[in-house]
């Protein structure tokens, strides 16, 4: 045997212990931690709010009864068709007199005899005021008496005519009363037609059978269903950063393609409203006009519900990442870059959001690849294999 064959087999069972030694090191070693991740890329962003809202006709129009009287049915239903000034959507015929009970006749009886006897008393003192004007002026003539003197009876004279006018009133409305029989005849009385005050289609009928109304009293409501707006309350953060003629898309209508619509208003006033869960919320209201032509949202009616997605700013051209890709470390934002197949903890500030994905204004740049949803299974310096990109 050779001095070379006898030295390579001294080395041979270290080189075995060797490679088990390796092979252990091999097998022992963490295994890359598999990720999900998204690269960092350039393109158009917007920042919306979504709330739901609900459709309104933008004019309504009450149709209330002029005089009080004795409604008839009305015939027309939600939906129908009227004309303003030209369609008759009601009709009221006076209503019967009501007759006096034998108690109340009696009362009237005696307030019409007591009434008798004051304007009998109130003609004699009236007959006496002038008498004693006719007096009283032969003796001012004389100039046996003051000027005031004939002024005084003068006075007397003009308060006992207003006595006996007062006294001949009462007595004509106890008469009329004891007039009334009960089948006092109504048709002389013609019946009042009301028409519509409103072009557009009836929405709804408040007083649909017969019965007696009381002058004011709502009748239909009447509205054209093409006029549309729709009213999204926003919390009141949210509306103060919406600008009047921000741009609006409104899903969930009904169709398959969202309407498009423009803020007309933030209202000036919030109010309190409590949400499911009993949590006090300022909200305000935010008018929208519908822009879609009418033709492609026939279907869409009165207080339909929408979600509305109001657009507060956009970009054709901004750096960012899915959402998910960043977390909160303290009061800053952070992401796990994937460098050289380990995981990059790498401290990050962030602008607008869509909901979906976010600006990033320092800290990663274009190509990036970020770690989506890290949570605390990825440390920094963790080795990790992309699954998804």
Not at 157 to 179: M, S
């Amino acid at each position: 045997m050779t001095t070379s064959a006898q030295s390579k087999r001294r080395w041979l069972p270290y080189a075995l212990i060797a490679a088990l030694v390796a092979l252990a090191f091999l097998g022992l070693r963490p295994q890359p931690a598999p990720v999900e991740t998204a690269r960092v890329a350039t393109g158009a962003l917007r920042a919306t709010v979504s709330e739901e809202g609900k459709t309104r006709i933008r004019q309504r129009y009450v149709v209330a009864a002029p005089v009080s009287g004795q409604l008839r049915r009305i015939a027309f239903k939600p939906g129908a068709e009227v004309e303003a000034g030209v369609t008759v959507v009601a009709v009221i015929d006076p209503l019967p007199a009501s007759p006096l009970d034998e108690r109340n006749r009696a009362l009237a009886e005696a307030r019409r005899d007591s009434t008798r006897e004051v304007l009998e008393k109130s003609r004699t003192s009236l007959e006496l005021a002038r008498k004693e004007v006719r007096r009283v002026t032969q003796m001012f003539d004389t100039g046996t008496v003051s000027p005031q003197a004939v002024e005084s009876a003068q006075m007397r004279e003009t308060a006992a005519a207003r006595d006996v006018a007062a006294a001949e009133g009462a007595l004509k409305e106890v008469e009329a009363q004891l007039a009334i029989t009960g089948t006092a005849d109504v048709a002389s009385s013609a019946p009042v037609e009301v028409k519509a005050n409103a072009t557009g289609r009836v929405l709804h009928v408040f007083q649909e059978s017969t019965r007696a109304v009381m002058q004011g009293t709502p009748l239909l409501e009447v509205g054209d269903p093409t006029d549309l707006e729709v009213v999204v309350e926003m919390l009141s953060r949210d509306g103060a950063a919406i600008a009047p003629g921000a741009a609006v898309a409104l899903e969930q209508w009904g169709g398959v393609v969202p309407l498009e619509g423009k803020v007309r208003l933030v209202e000036p006033a919030a109010f309190t409203k409590y949400s499911a869960l009993g949590v006090e919320e300022q909200r305000v209201n935010v008018v929208v006009d519908i822009t879609t032509p009418l033709e492609q949202r026939s279907s869409l009616g009165d207080n339909f519900r929408v979600e509305a997605r109001v657009i507060t700013w956009e970009s054709a051209a901004v750096l960012k990442v899915p959402v998910s890709g960043l977390f909160r470390q303290g009061n800053d934002w952070a992401a796990y870059v994937v460098r050289g197949g380990a995981a990059r903890l790498v401290p990050v500030k962030a602008g607008r959001s869509s909901g979906a994905e976010i600006q990033i204004t320092e800290g990663l740049a274009e190509g990036d690849e970020v770690i989506l949803y890290p949570g605390d299974r990825i440390k920094a310096g963790q080795r990790v294999t992309p699954t998804k990109v």
